[in-house]
């Protein structure tokens, strides 16, 4: 499974953005699909996750309310829309997929099995 996130950019405090990844293979749709982050100097943390039947999500609790999680099995392709953005919310985003992980353990960055390239979001007046 190869994943690639697109749909970064330069955005002001209070705005939105939508993020994208887009996953190639056919077993898309069996894997639970997450959202990490890394702002600088930070470590990579949790941010959301839908399971593979797009019927549960998680979000990490400095992000609840404002992010939404998606996915669209169709296109093989999984969305985070973001709202009311904040500058604490830059870093370059991370799209992670992983087959066997149990829903409990889902924030955990080591469970994946398959990274995509990160997509750099900037909130900034």
């Known amino acids: 499974v190869q994943l690639q996130a697109s749909g970064g950019g330069l955005v002001q405090p209070g705005g939105s953005l939508r993020l994208s990844c887009t996953a190639s293979?056919?077993?898309?749709?069996?894997?639970?699909m997450t959202w990490f982050r890394q702002a600088p100097g930070k470590e990579r943390e949790f941010v959301a996750a839908?399971?593979?039947?797009?019927?549960?999500?998680s979000y990490a609790d400095s992000v609840k309310g404002r992010f939404t999680v998606s996915r669209d099995k169709a296109k093989s392709t999984v969305y985070l829309q973001m709202n009311s953005l904040k500058p604490e919310d830059t870093a370059v985003y991370y799209c992670?997929?992983?087959?066997?992980?149990?829903?409990?353990?889902?924030?955990?960055?080591?469970?994946?099995?398959?990274w995509g390239k990160g997509t750099l979001v900037t909130v900034s007046s």
């Open positions: 839908v399971n593979w039947s797009g019927d549960s999500t």
């Open positions: 992670a997929a992983g087959i066997s992980v149990n829903w409990r353990t889902i924030s955990e960055a080591h469970r994946m099995d398959y």
């Open positions: 293979g056919r077993t898309f749709n069996r894997y639970a």
